[in-house]
């Protein structure tokens, strides 16, 4: 069965430091890889999306970046921490139900950042 | 474009009383639909979906969601409410053969289940 490791839980950050979260699946090849962000228990904000390695689509411009080095590993990056990057990531996967024309997406237990 | 609207914020019902989060689409074409719980400080776990065949569709933990193609909507339901079933809930859509493109999701409703 497939599963999806996001690490760390929580994270505390001083505003310019860097930042480096990880997220990798396993149990499945080739997957699409999301990362999202939730402010204040609400609403999901697209971040950046891969459909393969070194593949990366940004939907927000903003001072973080996103890197797939291996097919199952996606990370999200920042030079400089804002306190407005605190909030709820989530990393999240999609394949190809097997045999069917859509894709199903699952979402990783999610990091809380906290820059302070 | 594709958009999905959940037009309650929050959504409060008593113990033991059906419950019914709202969700409506808009999108050229005929939808796939989704539902996703999220309990705090939790990544969101997949209820149910529908793709094609019986407008309802029952789903994890005695929910169920109907298809309803003339009004657009999705909403989920639930005979008889938990305390447990409080939660965040998400719609999201996607269109067929859209490949890659990520689902659309709804801003989130609140559902609190009152003893």
């Known amino acids: 069965s497939q599963t999806i490791h996001q690490w760390p839980a929580t994270l505390v950050q001083p505003v310019g430091s860097p930042l480096s979260l990880e997220c990798t699946v396993e149990?499945?090849?080739?997957?699409?890889l999301y990362w999202y962000r939730q402010a204040a228990g609400r609403g999901l904000q697209l971040l950046f999306y891969?459909?393969?390695?070194?593949?990366i689509s940004s939907e927000v411009p903003q001072n973080l970046s996103a890197s797939r080095p291996q097919d199952r590993q996606f990370i999200l990056s920042s030079k400089k921490l804002l306190l407005s990057d605190s909030g709820f990531y989530l990393c999240?996967?999609?394949?190809?139900?097997?045999?069917?024309?859509?894709?199903?997406?699952?979402f990783g237990p999610g990091t809380r950042l906290t820059v302070t | 474009a594709q958009s999905v609207a959940q037009p309650e914020d929050q959504v409060n019902v008593a113990e033991g009383n059906p419950l019914t989060v709202k969700c409506t689409y808009s999108?050229?074409?005929?939808?796939?639909l989704f539902w996703y719980v999220q309990y705090p400080n939790r990544g969101l776990q997949f209820l149910l979906k529908?793709?094609?065949?019986?407008?309802l569709v029952k789903g994890s933990y005695g929910f169920e969601a109907e298809f309803n193609k003339s009004q657009t909507s999705f909403h989920l339901k639930k005979p008889s409410a938990l305390v447990s079933d409080s939660a965040l809930y998400f719609c999201?859509?996607?269109?067929?053969?859209?490949?890659?493109?990520?689902?659309?999701f709804g801003k989130g409703t609140r559902l609190s289940v009152i003893a």
């Open positions: 999240a996967w999609s394949v190809r139900a097997s045999g069917r024309n859509y894709y199903e997406q699952y």
């Open positions: 149990g499945t090849s080739n997957p699409n």
């Open positions: 891969s459909v393969g390695i070194g593949q």
């Open positions: 999108v050229s074409g005929n939808p796939y």
């Open positions: 529908y793709i094609t065949g019986d407008n």
């Open positions: 999201a859509v996607r269109l067929p053969n859209s490949g890659n493109t990520p689902l659309v």
